[in-house]
């Protein structure tokens, strides 16, 4: 009885451990894509200031990643759905598709912060 406790015991540690290393990998794949969406945003966008990612991303029912994000653009506030390659939906933005040769701030999610030059 006591040999089958202690392996319920590794096997429940082992699986805990699995479930902590998945969640760190969604993180950091989740910050990948959110800089990937940022450069995306920067490649195509005249004037963008800063890109403020509001939550972590998510993938939608029809298996597409996207987060919310505010970009600040010409000191304006304007609400996006990026996806992993750029603009996806939102405010209507200022029109052009020169993109930003200006260095752009980024706040990630998870309070990290980078200027993409």
């Known amino acids: 009885m006591k040999k089958i406790m202690v392996m319920a015991g590794c096997i429940i540690m082992l699986l805990?451990?699995?479930g902590v290393k998945v969640q760190i990998n969604n993180k950091n794949s989740n910050l990948e894509k959110q800089r990937t969406a940022a450069i995306g945003v920067k490649e195509v966008q005249p004037e963008v200031e800063e890109i403020h990612f509001i939550e972590d991303g998510s993938i939608d029912g029809g298996g597409a990643w996207s987060v919310d994000a505010k970009l600040?653009?010409?000191n304006k506030i304007y609400n996006e759905i990026l996806t992993k390659n750029g603009l996806g939906a939102g405010d209507n933005l200022p029109e052009g598709n020169t993109g930003t040769r200006i260095p752009v701030e980024v706040l990630y999610s998870n309070g990290q912060e980078e200027t993409l030059k």
């Open 16 to 18: 805990m451990g699995i």
């Open 72 to 74: 600040k653009i010409n």
